[in-house]
């Protein structure tokens, strides 16, 4: 016959001797089984929990309710105000429309001022600069400044246009070093060009931006900092069209 190892229900659990549970693994020492946990073990004990959850909550019960109408209030106004931002957005582009298309026919006055059936970029840039359509109407007022002439106005424009498209985004420090330049600030003109040939760096717009900063340079009789811009074009786009020029210009900064 087998031995049936003793139980909690056993003749002996009964009459007070110590058991020990039984492992899995009869090979495994007793010793290491976990502890027994006394809210399974004991109805008592998890009554008397449960008893003072509910103490807790009774006890705090305005502070509970407080945090309870804070996060409800802020997942109410997240979603009202992403609702809302969408519907400015939509808003933007169907008064944008016609601005851009003033503005790609070069009808520059009223693609930043507006035809008198729809606004212009200005208009909507400052109703809706919080939405994409309002930040990218930013972008075309600026161009249309630059090619105007206002290249304070284009630079403030500029300023106020961000994108998470690098090739825009680098386009847009180009055109406000131009707009620098314009204004008789090449260094400044300088470190923006820099900027535009640095930001996401690439063999396809980053030379033709070094030579503006180059120039720029030069312009600002900083010829060191000219010879660093020809120098990288040389060096580190060595395919680039724009080094036989960047090299002619540096021999001549040399002399």
Do not use: C
């Not at 959850?53 to 997942?75: G, Y």
């Not at 060009?193 to 930001?199: F, R």
Request: glycine share 6%; proline share 4%; net charge negative.
């Amino acid at each position: 016959m087998s031995k049936i190892p003793y139980t909690g229900k056993s003749q002996q659990a009964r009459q007070g001797q110590v058991t020990q549970n039984v492992p899995a693994d009869p090979l495994a020492p007793a010793e290491n089984l976990p502890a027994e946990n006394p809210l399974l073990e004991d109805p008592d004990a998890l009554a008397a929990r449960l008893a003072e959850s509910e103490d807790f909550v009774r006890n705090n019960r305005n502070v509970l309710l407080t945090i309870l109408a804070v996060v409800v209030l802020a997942v109410v106004g997240g979603f009202g105000y992403y609702t809302w931002r969408n519907q400015q957005d939509q808003k933007a582009q169907a008064s944008m429309f016609r601005a851009v298309n003033n503005w790609e026919a070069d009808s520059l006055n009223k693609a930043i001022k507006g035809d008198g059936k729809a606004p212009g970029l200005v208009t909507v840039a400052n109703e809706y600069g919080n939405t994409k359509a309002g930040n990218l109407a930013n972008f075309y007022a600026g161009v249309a400044s630059l090619k105007q002439g206002k290249f304070k106005e284009a630079l403030d424009y500029l300023e106020d246009f961000s994108s998470d498209d690098y090739l825009v985004q680098s386009r847009a420090y180009a055109l406000m070093g131009d707009a620098q330049l314009e204004l008789n600030k090449p260094k400044e003109a300088a470190d923006l060009y820099a900027k535009a040939a640095d930001h996401n760096a690439n063999e396809y717009f980053s030379p033709g931006y070094l030579m503006k900063e180059a120039t720029a340079r030069e312009v600002a009789g900083d010829t060191d900092g000219a010879v660093k811009a020809y120098d990288r074009i040389i060096n580190e786009y060595p395919t680039a069209q724009e080094v036989a020029e960047a090299r002619q210009y540096k021999a001549k900064l040399a002399k």
